[in-house]
């Protein structure tokens, strides 16, 4: 079964700190990975997408990283921000499949002053 | 663009009744999904369409219909609401199977008791 792991559960930083979330998957074959940020009653927003050929990739103060060869990615938050509240979720895209995609249950941060 | 939008954002259903999730997208996204969120999990597709007239089930069609008679709007019918289907309920589009973005809209809380 394609499944996707992510640790830690929940966190709390505080503002101005870093901190990196982390993703293991099982999809096969694999087709793309993406992060999501979804706020407390909101639907999620992608952060960021990445093929197998890639290992890292920005947006804003948000890093994510891939080892397509042991099935890990990372999300690295930089400088957090109270507004970085929110559950950060990893997507994984099978290569077959009308664009199926597998979450994981998601990160949830907690930024406190 | 307005997005993705769906109606309502809260509903309560006694057990047995019916309902219809409206979803409704003006980018002209050929692919469209509903997805649910029980909390804790990650979201499961629950059906999905890539364009109008073609719809196919997801991960966890049971207790669901949905249609597809325009590009814009993709309907989810709940048939005999049952306390398991008290989720968030999430509709997305995306522009083409091989594109890697999905957008979601802001969900709609559904209880059913």
């Known amino acids: 079964k394609n499944q996707v792991e992510q640790s830690p559960q929940s966190l709390i930083i505080l503002e101005g700190k870093n901190c990196t979330l982390q993703c293991n998957y099982t999809v096969s074959p694999f087709s793309n990975l993406r992060w999501y940020k979804q706020d407390t009653g909101r639907g999620p927003v992608s952060l960021t997408i990445m093929t197998f050929s890639e290992n890292t990739k920005s947006n804003g103060r948000y890093t994510a990283t891939l080892d397509a060869d042991t099935k890990q990615s990372s999300l690295h938050i930089t400088a957090s921000q109270l507004s970085d509240s929110a559950s950060y979720i990893c997507?994984?895209?099978?290569?077959?499949?009308?664009?199926?995609?597998?979450f994981g249950k998601g990160n949830q941060v907690v930024v406190i002053p | 663009n307005a997005g993705v939008t769906q109606t309502p954002k809260f509903r309560i259903l006694k057990i047995g009744q019916s309902m219809t999730l409206q979803c409704t997208q003006d980018?002209?996204?050929?692919?469209m999904y509903w997805y649910r969120q029980d909390p804790g999990m990650g979201l499961k597709l629950i059906y999905y369409s890539v364009g109008a007239g073609i719809t196919d089930k997801g991960e966890v069609p049971n207790g669901y219909n949905v249609s597809r008679s325009t590009t814009e709007d993709f309907p989810l019918r709940l048939e005999l609401a049952a306390p398991s289907q008290t989720s968030v309920y999430f509709c997305a589009s995306s522009p083409s199977r091989d594109s890697y973005e999905q957008y979601f809209g802001p969900g709609t809380r559904l209880t059913v008791t």
């Open positions: 997507v994984v895209s099978q290569y077959y499949g009308n664009n199926r995609l597998a």
């Open positions: 980018m002209n996204h050929n692919y």
